[in-house]
């Protein structure tokens, strides 16, 4: 599209002069863009961080494969070449019954000490820790594993990680369906408050078409006001989210208290989440505005 | 320049307007279209102008041809045909300068040509002491005047006017036809629908009736041929 520096110059001047003469509806439309946008990034923060939040709980799920008891050191060796030769694995790590019964005592501290676990016979099985490329695939994998020889059992924490997938899957997909459905919503607002604007210049446009403008050349300015109209209306809401999550990120060490759960850090996260929410802005601004001129074009 | 061959139009509600029109119309003519209300007068206006889509039949415009042309040459044909309606279509808030302007800035022209352009078509509707009015402090004929203007501006080969004079009074309809006269001197092919008598009888030129979406007349030098 080769487009003259004037012509665009006049769009931009046509579609600013629209914006402001129709002041009301322009306040209608950015004020129905401010709220759903502010919807929408509430919405994404909850979501970017369940998000994070999520990936961190996984990564942490691990699969712990017991040898059997039977098994001498050739056949847990062959096992441990089996694992290393599953695909979709990160890390395959042997931990041998003394270094588990270690770390069983290390994990209950004093306790464990005052039981004198060390001094009778190791009851543990040697193991293998193994990890997941995609912890989503941790259960497909597990079942697989278990179907090896020398094998007694997999341990992965099996009903937490269960649903804790499950959880996850469902909070990103609702959240999703959300936000599309919020944004639907705001294109239709703004659509419709534009088009009551456009009865107004419904003549104008029926005379650009009767002197043979190109529905690009009538389309421009409101392409323009558009943009306008969602620059407009992420003001608000990124000013909003900026300061809450500058105070949540500030507060957010002192009132944490289980560490795993830890929100993500507010710089770079809350220049992404602005430049979200203008691209979204704009978007739905352009595309009511574009569509609403629509219906008008077809002449 | 103009030519339909069977052309029909009927409307989504099912009224058919035209029914099997032939014409043919060379370039620098001018050409009435005469014919009771409801005849198919406006319709086929609107096809040339492509405002409409022919049911059936080809029109070729300027060696366009209509029934095959895309949407997006649309507004190139519209470029190469003005338009002038009853009802004037100026637009209420602009100057008559503006207005007529207007036409030439949805064709890219430049400032400078569009300046030269504006005056030199205002000065030739008459107009040129008034391009800073807007059209309400315009007579009828005035607003008339510039509608022509904008119509001329962009050079058409074709002017279509649909009942010109339709709104004005008898003086006034004379002034806008001593215009339209002057423009079809300079070559440009002019249609004029119009209902009145007086004009068809007095500047006589070709006149095609048209009833129930069918030519029943096609004259040189024609009467009008109805009562008022
Ligand atoms: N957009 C439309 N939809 C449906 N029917 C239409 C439409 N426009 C015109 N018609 C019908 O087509 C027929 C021809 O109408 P048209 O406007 O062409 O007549 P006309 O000769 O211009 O009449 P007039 O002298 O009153 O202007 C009429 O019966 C009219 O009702
Ligand atoms: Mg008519």
């Known amino acids: 599209m080769d487009m003259k520096i004037r012509t665009f110059k006049r769009h931009f001047r046509e579609g600013l002069k629209n914006t402001w003469r129709n002041n009301w509806m322009t306040l209608a439309s950015v004020a129905a863009v401010t709220t759903t946008l502010l919807l929408v990034a509430t919405f994404l923060v909850l979501m970017f961080n369940l998000n994070h939040v999520a990936d961190a709980l996984e990564e942490d799920v691990q699969m712990k494969v017991l040898v059997d008891l039977t098994a001498d050191e050739d056949e847990t060796e062959a096992l441990g070449d089996e694992l290393n030769a599953l695909n979709n694995i990160e890390s395959v790590e042997f931990s041998s019954r003394d270094e588990e019964l270690e770390g069983l005592i290390s994990s209950m501290g004093e306790q464990g000490d005052s039981w004198g676990l060390q001094d009778e016979d190791n009851p543990l099985n040697d193991a293998y820790v193994v990890r997941a490329n995609e912890p989503q695939d941790t259960i497909e994998i597990a079942e697989e594993i278990e179907q090896m020889d020398s094998v007694e059992r997999v341990n992965y924490g099996q009903d937490v990680v269960q649903n804790l997938f499950t959880f996850n899957n469902y909070a990103r997909n609702i959240g999703l369906v959300l936000i599309v459905a919020l944004l639907f919503t705001a294109i239709f607002l703004i659509s419709n408050t534009i088009k009551i604007t456009i009865m107004a210049r419904r003549r104008e446009i029926e005379i650009m078409k009767l002197v043979g403008a190109t529905n690009w050349f009538i389309r421009w300015p409101f392409f323009v006001e558009g943009l306008l109209l969602g620059v407009l209306g992420s003001i608000v809401p990124i000013s909003i989210l900026t300061v809450g999550y500058y105070y949540l990120d500030q507060n957010a060490a002192a009132v944490n208290q289980f560490e795993f759960i830890q929100i993500l850090p507010f710089y770079p996260f809350i220049f992404q989440l602005a430049a979200i929410i203008l691209a979204i802005g704009a978007g739905i601004g352009i595309w009511g505005s574009v569509m609403s001129v629509r219906k008008f074009l077809k002449v | ?228």
């Not at chain 2, 009802?87 to 030269?116: C, G, H, W």
């Not at chain 2, 402090?137 to 510039?146: A, C, H, I, M, Y």
């Open chain 2, 1 to 228: 320049m103009i030519e339909l061959k069977n052309v029909k139009k009927t409307y989504p509600n099912g009224v058919t307007a035209l029914n099997g029109i032939d014409i043919h119309i060379d370039s620098g003519e001018f050409v009435y279209l005469v014919g009771q209300s409801g005849a198919g007068k406006s319709t086929f206006i609107k096809l040339i102008f492509r405002e409409e889509m022919a049911s059936s039949g080809d029109i070729y415009i300027n060696n366009r041809d209509l029934s095959t042309m895309k949407w997006k040459d649309v507004p190139h044909l519209r470029r190469e045909i003005g338009v002038v309606y009853q009802d004037f279509k100026l637009l209420p808030k602009m100057t008559v300068y503006e207005n007529v302007a207007f036409a030439l800035e949805v064709v890219e022209e430049s400032p400078r040509q569009i300046r030269k352009r504006v005056m030199e078509v205002l000065d030739q509707v008459g107009l040129k002491n008034k391009a800073r009015f807007i059209p309400d402090e315009l007579s009828g004929g005035e607003q008339q005047r510039v509608a022509i203007a904008r119509a001329i501006a962009n050079y058409p080969k074709l002017l279509i006017a649909d009942e010109p004079t339709g709104n004005l009074d008898p003086d006034t309809s004379w002034e806008i036809m001593k215009i339209l006269e002057e423009i079809n001197a300079t070559g440009t092919t002019i249609i004029m629908a119009t209902h009145s008598k007086d004009i068809v009888n007095t500047i006589k030129r070709r006149v095609i009736a048209v009833e129930g979406g069918l030519v029943v007349r096609d004259q040189h030098r024609g009467d009008y041929g109805y009562e008022d």
